[in-house]
């Protein structure tokens, strides 16, 4: 059975009227506006507002290379989803796209491994968001995430369209904050005013130790955080099943990713460089901190803190939002507790997204007790897994592109420019940057915990396949 034919497993009979469900049972409550926002806001969390401080005293300035170039990447990953959400769109894409085009047990450990990506992100970001609210208020940070935990868990639980709203306004404040840090930063450089305006000038970018001060290999070693700063770019992906008008408002979205790169990466930090040398910052700081301080505005870190704040509720939110509808795929494919097929009345997987807020509590309450090692090494697999949908993505589109051009599939309406070429380059790139991973030991750990998750796939899939052989998702289509 694949996930376009299960219109026949939704719960409940009022679900709305047909013009408002896809064939999956979900509500097509995703807009426009919605999605052109999570598309923006996907690509902008607190990889930039806080790791790019340790980016910066790594690299320098060579940094702004490093994001245009992960950047020019992640827009063929996208083009390639793209590809393949015009030829089918259905929630929970990147599993479903990976028992069609590589195999069942491909599609199997896509699915998972993307679930188990946004648990442990919503672990992490929920937990920062509870640190963050420590800025203003002296309460335990159990507290504050137990709060936000249940309120989005809640929201999520509403409707789509709640979601899409909360999303929204997230994305918003974030956009927002960076534009309005470009603004002030032109106006430093071409009027001069705050306490950096005697020593701003856009020659910081060279003059500090030249453009790579510490040379090309340490440019190079700051692509696993660039590309962590790029994960969930692709949960536009998931949206599909649930987008009011996927064939026209996702290729809009996508189409965005280049200017949203430039605009919120790229030129936000040659002005923010170009302002303050980048000698300033450092690892753990965030850099819109550092700048506003440098700039003698001192309301600055209190709003960057909740810019951040707002950076995690968002993280979470998505998260809340993926993983019921990734454990729904599994699920509809045999591949999954059939409890997380049922949908409510409002179309949405409350089973899936119940068990999973559930987990993120579980690591709150971890992380509470036991923050040390353990936790982290957790939370370093999340760089590795959110990778590998990339790279399922990218096999996907290339058998799909080879299966179109012989006309065994129909063309989709949103071809990836220059493929076969520019797949392969975004494949050999992601497994430049694995090797990275590997040389680099704070990032090491993160390759040592893939083998054991993939081992305890193997035999999770062995277990169901055995229990029931004939079911069609154990068969290659």
Not at 397 to 408: N, V
Not at 415 to 440: H, K, Q
Request: hydrophobic share 50%; aromatic share 12%.
């Amino acid at each position: 059975m694949t996930s376009v034919q299960v219109d026949k497993h939704r719960d409940g009979d009022g679900v709305g009227g047909a013009a408002t469900q896809d064939g999956e049972g979900y509500q097509r409550g995703l807009g426009a506006r919605q999605i052109q926002m999570i598309a923006i806001g996907g690509a902008i969390g607190t990889g930039l507002f806080l790791g790019a401080g340790k980016g910066i005293s790594k690299a320098g300035p060579s940094l702004i290379l490093a994001y245009a170039i992960a950047g020019l990447v992640i827009f063929f990953i996208m083009r390639a989803l793209g590809e393949l959400l015009l030829y089918r769109p259905v929630s929970g894409s990147f599993a479903d796209y990976a028992r069609e085009f590589i195999g069942p047990f491909a599609g199997f450990v896509t699915g998972w491994t993307y679930w188990l990506f946004w648990v442990v992100t919503g672990i992490t970001e929920v937990t920062a968001a509870a640190a963050y609210m420590t800025y203003w208020f002296d309460m335990p940070q159990w507290v504050s995430a137990l709060i936000f935990t249940v309120i989005l868990y809640g929201a999520n639980l509403i409707s789509v369209k709640l979601f899409g709203e909360l999303e929204f306004w997230f994305s918003m404040v974030k956009v927002t904050a960076i534009i309005g840090m470009i603004l002030i930063c032109a106006g430093i450089l071409t009027l001069g005013f705050s306490d950096a305006g005697d020593t701003a000038s856009v020659t910081h970018l060279w003059s500090e130790g030249g453009f790579f001060p510490h040379g090309i290999g340490s440019t190079l070693m700051t692509l696993q955080m660039v590309m962590f700063a790029f994960l969930a770019v692709e949960l536009v992906g998931v949206t599909a099943g649930e987008s009011k008008d996927p064939r026209t408002v996702l290729p809009k979205a996508i189409n965005t990713v280049p200017w949203r790169i430039a605009v919120f990466y790229v030129g936000a930090l040659i002005m923010i460089l170009s302002v303050v040398p980048w000698t300033h910052f450092q690892p753990g700081i965030s850099p819109f901190v550092a700048a506003f301080e440098k700039m003698g505005l001192a309301a600055g870190a209190g709003i960057v803190n909740f810019v951040v704040l707002t950076a995690a509720l968002s993280s979470c939110n998505s998260g809340m939002y993926s993983t019921g509808r990734m454990l729904r795929n599994l699920a509809l494919n045999n591949q999954g507790p059939k409890l997380f097929t049922r949908l409510t009345k409002n179309g949405l997987p409350l089973a899936g997204t119940t068990f999973s807020a559930a987990l993120m509590l579980v690591g709150v309450w971890i992380n509470y007790q036991w923050p040390g090692k353990a936790f982290d090494y957790v939370v370093s697999f999340a760089t590795i897994s959110g990778m590998w949908a990339w790279i399922v993505i990218l096999i996907c589109q290339l058998r799909y592109r080879a299966k179109a051009d012989r006309g065994e599939l129909p063309r989709s309406e949103f071809r990836t420019p220059g493929a076969p070429v520019t797949s392969w380059f975004a494949l050999a790139f992601i497994g430049m940057v694995i090797v990275l991973m590997g040389i680099d030991k704070d990032a090491r750990i993160s390759l040592y915990c893939a083998p054991l998750w993939g081992l305890i796939l193997g035999v999770s899939y062995l277990v169901l396949k055995r229990r029931n052989p004939q079911a069609a998702a154990f068969k290659k289509r």
